[in-house]
């Protein structure tokens, strides 16, 4: 039986109480974890001048009125990820930055317009060592509410299980009997036509108007992402350069970056980087994926030049964002973000909870 009273209706609220608790006892276990490893909190500003310069994301547009009177377009962040770097650039180095993050058109079980991003830096550190750190907090999630298992729409996995690693394309040879490599050059350019054959081989439909970012996107999402994180959580490691923007080239493979993402219950997790300090191809890649964004939304966002200045700067260093919401609905077991959020952002319709 559903009821299409709101989140803050007494019934309802009830029976969302018990995760939002276990939301705030993460929460809290998360910072002391910090803490422990001499890591400092640091609370990003949510308006910028560039929301982040991904094909794909979407930002909220806002304007700031001068005391002039003259307009200024800002936006809310995307991801605390610009202001966390130029912390790097000014000495910081170890951060992180636990806090709410905006993104427009993604709203859904696992989307919200809204939500909560888990941020951290390590300055002079690997990114294999960010995979250690998925390992500890997916354990301290489970140990805060008592979980035994993470579980999402009958999948299930096991919090304490050591983390399977697999690399993209292990993971299409695998999932979906695709080399992708032979469709990227050393140079890290593409063959669309070559992956677009492998894909008709493998049973995936393609389009003539399909670029090789939207092939590599259809056998993820149909293919390889439902496969991922059965039982243990996987780290999906080594994206094509063409994937990873913001992170630097493998020194054993140049096709490839030093990007993974973290997968749980067939639900991605965290996205982390070797990151990128070369800020000369970091404004190639930011104009190549404008240039694509333009393509297929018809628009594109500013670069933030005090971003590619302070990149300049920066140490070597390892980052990832992981969605703390997803995280506490994988260990408390809820269906859909907006029952692990205490104030959801009214529904466009309103989404309707079980009672």
């Not at 964002?321 to 609905?329: P, S, Y």
Request: charged content about 25%; some cysteine; proline content about 6%.
């Amino acid at each position: 039986m559903t009821s299409a009273s709101p989140w803050w209706a007494p019934h309802v609220h009830a029976d969302r109480r018990p995760r939002l608790l276990a939301r705030n006892r993460i929460a809290a276990a998360l910072r002391g974890w910090f803490a422990e490893r001499d890591f400092v909190e640091v609370e990003a500003s949510a308006l910028q001048v560039s929301p982040g310069n991904e094909t794909h994301l979407s930002a909220f547009a806002t304007t700031a009125i001068g005391p002039d009177g003259a307009a200024h377009p800002l936006y809310l962040h995307t991801s605390p990820e610009f202001a966390c770097k130029k912390l790097l650039a000014a000495g910081e180095t170890r951060l992180f930055s636990l806090g709410p993050v905006y993104r427009n058109r993604e709203r859904g079980a696992l989307h919200h317009p809204e939500f909560t991003m888990l941020e951290w830096y390590r300055a002079g550190e690997t990114y294999d060592a960010l995979m250690q750190d998925c390992a500890d907090l997916m354990r301290l999630a489970a140990e805060s509410t008592g979980a035994t298992t993470f579980a999402w729409r009958g999948v299930e996995a096991d919090p304490f299980a050591p983390l399977e690693r697999l690399t993209v394309a292990e993971a299409f040879r695998l999932h979906a009997g695709i080399d992708l490599l032979a469709s990227v050059a050393p140079d890290a350019s593409t063959d669309r036509a070559a992956l677009a054959a492998a894909l008709r081989t493998a049973g995936i439909r393609t389009a003539p108007d399909d670029s090789w970012a939207d092939l590599f996107s259809r056998v993820m999402v149909e293919r390889v992402e439902p496969a991922l994180g059965r039982g243990r959580a996987t780290i999906l490691c080594e994206y094509p350069i063409p994937e990873a923007a913001l992170a630097r080239p493998s020194p054993a493979d140049p096709r490839v970056a030093e990007r993974f993402e973290l997968y749980c219950c067939g639900v991605e997790l965290a996205n982390a980087f070797g990151e990128l300090t070369d800020a000369a191809e970091q404004r190639r890649r930011f104009a190549a994926e404008m240039d694509e964004k333009e393509r297929i939304y018809g628009e594109r966002y500013p670069l933030d030049e005090d971003f590619l200045s302070a990149l300049a700067q920066m140490p070597e260093a390892s980052g990832i964002a992981l969605g703390f919401d997803r995280l506490v609905m994988l260990a408390s077991g809820a269906r859909r973000i907006d029952e692990v959020i205490w104030t959801p952002v009214a529904e466009y319709p309103r989404v309707e909870f079980s009672r």
